[in-house]
């Protein structure tokens, strides 16, 4: 038989199979077949292999997803449910009560305090905060060699375009915003009043080891203009429609209030000053999230993301301990205490994700 | 939301089959499901009916499915013994029995074996071919089916199809020291 002829023919052994030949083309590897013994031999082999793996036992779903999923897919309902009732309403930052559950997306560098005693003030240093954002307010893409801090930016197409432009914090006059600055361990920057939003540094106290770091909250909020009227001052605007709240204590995710995907940006860097603070991603099924609508959606991403960053996080064994690697893969956050004189700040970028490294030892 | 239950109850199993076939382990494919039905049921009305509804759905299931397997791929190389490493066995619920007389025990532990080797087989090959086999051989798609759910041309089902099975032909030779 002719050798190519028979490679022909095996090629479409399996389709011959399958039934899935067109009416010539099963004739002439009928035809084939009656007179090639080899072919025919392959033939009657991948039919046996078909039926083998055809007889492969049905797998049994568990006898409880059914009712996971139906308890998804409800608790999912109210949600919307009750979010579009609150629109209803005059606005008002809806807090949940149960804070245990919540989670608090990492994504800006640097802490912003709202009362806070006169930081040691430090030459200035470069890269100069006006750096971060282009001329439209928008935000650059992060240099790593710059040490920039970018905030997140909604995925909503068009939102930013069709948004304000970001606008600086309500001023915290007690508040110095200090920038960090990369490993040439040159001294903190100052930041002024009129920085970029999306630039923040952390406050120091007297002690540069001792300050404590401050939880945030970003949301997202669909109607600005209400945003606006509330008279918290503990909400920011930091980009179009992205509100920040800090809190001291604990992380409030008003549900209500948020609508779209938050896509913050996974950055890295070094702080040379060496703070070190806690990732604080938390990915689970806990229904109170900031939205739960977005943390189910960004949550695969986050977590294609954070197993990025964890494998960065491999080059930085020399910092964590093995413990604490283990513990951040197995529970996808980690307060990483002070091993070191040193103290590091460490941001992971990726095309989607923020995780910013920080270290507060009142977070444990 | 009955309607829905509905339509959970019709189609949980063959989709927690594809996943757990794809993805190797019981507990990750229960999440693809829960996941492809909260993601139905957001997406529910830019079903457009251009294909068939199951075609949709199963379509959500294998990309899911593929995401999750990168996960697990990315999970396992950077720990030496990983945590999340997928069951080989039989899905956890086989436990060991003592070694019986009774011919069916025997035959079915020795059909388990053979199941185990070629469901190894099947795990052993790259996730692009191994989605056509499970699609095809085990869910029993057409190969246009396969085509739209995919997203690839009829003759990339059948080439990877043909190249699967050779596949798991030439390592059932391999461990059973047959074809």
């Not at chain 1, 409800?74 to 009560?97: I, N």
């Not at chain 2, 388990?112 to 071919?129: G, M, S, V």
């Amino acid at each position: 038989m002719d050798s190519m002829e028979c490679n022909d023919i095996k090629d479409k052994l399996s389709a011959h199979i399958d039934r899935e030949l067109s009416r010539e083309e099963k004739a002439r590897v009928d035809e084939h077949l009656k007179h090639c013994p080899r072919c025919r031999s392959m033939h009657e082999e991948l039919k046996q292999t078909v039926t083998r793996i055809k007889d492969l036992e049905e797998a049994e779903p568990p006898a409880w997803l059914e009712h996971k999923i139906m308890a998804k897919v409800r608790a999912e309902a109210e949600q919307k449910k009750g979010f579009l009732q609150s629109l209803l309403y005059p606005l008002h930052v809806k807090v949940p009560l149960q804070a245990a559950a919540t989670v608090a997306l990492c994504i800006v560098a640097f802490l912003l305090f709202k009362k806070i005693e006169p930081e040691m003030k430090h030459p200035a240093l470069a890269p100069e905060t006006s750096d971060v954002l282009n001329d439209k307010g928008d935000e650059k893409p992060a240099d790593s060699a710059s040490e920039q801090y970018a905030v997140p930016r909604s995925s909503e197409p068009g939102r930013a375009a069709t948004a304000d432009k970001p606008t600086v914090p309500k001023a915290i006059p007690d508040t110095e915003l200090l920038m960090n600055k990369a490993k040439t361990g040159a001294p903190m920057s100052e930041m002024s009043e009129k920085a970029p939003p999306s630039l923040y540094g952390y406050a120091k106290k007297r002690d540069r080891y001792d300050a404590p770091g401050i939880k945030i909250t970003l949301f997202y909020v669909e109607d600005q203009a209400e945003m606006k009227q509330q008279d918290d001052s503990s909400l920011h605007e930091i980009a179009p429609g992205v509100m920040f709240k800090s809190e001291s204590e604990r992380v409030v995710t008003p549900k209500a209030t948020f609508t779209g995907i938050l896509r913050p940006q996974l950055m890295r860097t070094l702080d040379g000053t060496g703070y070190v603070y806690s990732v604080m991603i938390r990915i689970d099924d806990s229904e109170y999230y900031l939205a739960d609508r977005v943390h189910e959606e960004v949550r695969n991403e986050l977590r294609e993301e954070l197993d990025s960053f964890l494998e960065t996080l491999h080059e930085w064994t020399h910092i964590l301990s093995d413990e604490e690697v283990n513990t951040l893969r197995q529970e996808r956050m980690l307060t990483i205490g002070v091993k070191e004189p040193r103290q590091i700040l460490r941001r992971f970028h990726s095309e989607d994700v923020t995780i910013t490294v920080i270290w507060n030892e009142e977070w444990n | 939301m009955e309607a829905f239950e509905s339509i959970v109850r019709k189609y949980q199993k063959e989709m927690f089959n594809i996943a757990y076939r794809m993805t190797g382990d019981d507990n990750e494919a229960a999440e693809v499901v829960q996941d492809t039905f909260l993601s139905v049921y957001r997406n529910i009305k830019g079903f457009k009916g251009r294909s068939k509804f199951s075609t949709w759905l199963f379509t959500i299931v294998m990309n899911l499915s593929r995401n999750k397997i990168k996960q697990l791929q990315r999970r396992r190389q950077r720990e030496h013994c990983s945590i999340d490493d997928p069951v080989e066995t039989d899905r956890g619920q086989f436990t060991a029995e003592p070694v019986s007389d009774n011919p069916s025990v025997q035959e079915r532990l020795e059909q388990h074996e053979r199941d185990q080797k070629i469901w190894e087989c099947i795990r052993a090959l790259e996730h692009e071919f191994r989605e056509v086999v499970v699609l095809r051989d085990i869910q029993g798609f057409s190969y246009e089916e396969i085509s739209n759910m995919l997203n690839i041309a009829l003759g990339t089902v059948r080439s990877r199809l043909h190249r699967a099975r050779l596949s798991v032909k030439e390592c059932l030779k391999k461990l059973i020291g047959d074809g």
